[in-house]
């Protein structure tokens, strides 16, 4: 009887040995953007688990909140443009790598008011709502340089995404910069009587957005980089190959409608593995778009850096 005991337990112990430790889940904070939704479609349909990883996306409100969340040490990585991912570190956050470009913005993210606005020119002394320590500062500044304008041309009121469109309706702020899926809650409101101003389609290319990781949780994880661009492309296959499908999946959790999530994805450009590999090849020009974007956010006062830290920001290295 000792003897069998013995045995068992013996099995019992090499059995445990012989099992893998579970993989640490990869946390990702994401914020309601069309061109994100990839992600949560590779999560839908199992790519992750296909091709190797634990990836796990926690819902948040707006840019300014999934940032948040990864200062804060909530999160591992978070879902971003350009603007909030060089900013993070400086703001206190861990150092970061950009893992993934998801799509440029060409038309997406916009400055919309009412009838009476008809170019930014017409803001000259108005209250323009957008988020000041991301990227609706960003491209406010950008728009009014369009116009050879400048934000002491407006009155800037710091607007979270969510506050806007009751805002608006009551008369606080004139125009506001927005984007998918609350700019086409604000357009569809009729009583508002609101029109785009400026879109991104006047900087194409400009805004990238992205996803990035801490440099420690990539050292712990060598193979996450290529294997979560490689379940991105098989969420892009996806809606290549079901669009119908996946539009309906990602709309639904966007809360928009299907035409209108179709409407937004022409006015951003996907990035496929392969166009990330080729960008993330020319280390030269990512880095010269980061080096202007922080530039352009010490000159708008939305923070204080010496930009030296946007040398390492698409080096996986710590």
């Not at 990836?55 to 909030?84: C, H, M, P, W």
């Not at 190959?241 to 006015?267: C, G, W, Y």
């Not at 166009?275 to 352009?296: F, G, I, M, P, R």
Request: glycine residues 6%; negative net charge; charged residues 20%.
């Amino acid at each position: 009887m000792m003897k069998r005991l013995a045995c068992l337990l013996i099995t019992l112990i090499l059995t445990a040995c012989g099992q893998e430790k579970p993989q640490q889940p990869i946390s990702i904070a994401i914020n309601p953007w069309p061109g994100y939704e990839l992600l949560y479609l590779a999560e839908t349909k199992g790519f992750y688990e296909k091709v190797g990883i634990n990836i796990k996306l926690v819902q948040t409100a707006t840019l300014s909140d999934a940032q948040r969340a990864y200062i804060n040490g909530r999160v591992d990585g978070f879902t971003s443009t350009i603007v909030e991912a060089v900013q993070a570190q400086e703001f206190g956050g861990a150092p970061l790598t950009v893992v993934l470009l998801a799509d440029y913005s060409n038309g997406g993210d916009v400055i919309l008011g009412n009838q009476s606005f008809e170019s930014i020119s017409d803001l000259k002394g108005k209250r323009v709502g957008c988020e000041v320590s991301s990227l609706g500062i960003y491209i406010l500044a950008r728009a009014l340089a369009v116009y050879d304008m400048s934000l002491d041309d407006v009155q800037v009121v710091n607007m979270e995404q969510g506050n806007a469109r009751k805002a608006i309706a009551t008369g606080e702020i004139d125009a506001v910069v927005t984007y998918p899926p609350y700019s086409f809650d604000m357009l569809n409101d009729k009583a508002l009587s609101n029109h785009l101003i400026f879109t991104t389609a006047e900087i194409p290319n400009e805004i990238l957005d992205t996803v990035s990781i801490s440099k420690e949780v990539i050292a712990l994880n060598p193979d996450l980089i290529p294997k979560l661009q490689q379940a991105w492309q098989m969420a892009m296959d996806y809606l290549d190959k079901h669009p119908q499908e996946a539009v309906k999946l990602m709309a639904e959790r966007e809360q928009i409608s299907e035409s209108e999530f179709n409407q937004a994805l022409t006015d951003i450009h996907l990035l496929t593995s392969m166009e990330q590999k080729q960008l993330l090849a020319d280390q030269q020009t990512l880095t010269k778009l980061s080096k202007s974007v922080c530039n352009t956010l010490n000159q708008v006062d939305a923070f204080d850096s010496s930009c030296q830290h946007v040398e390492s920001l698409f080096k996986p290295g710590i």
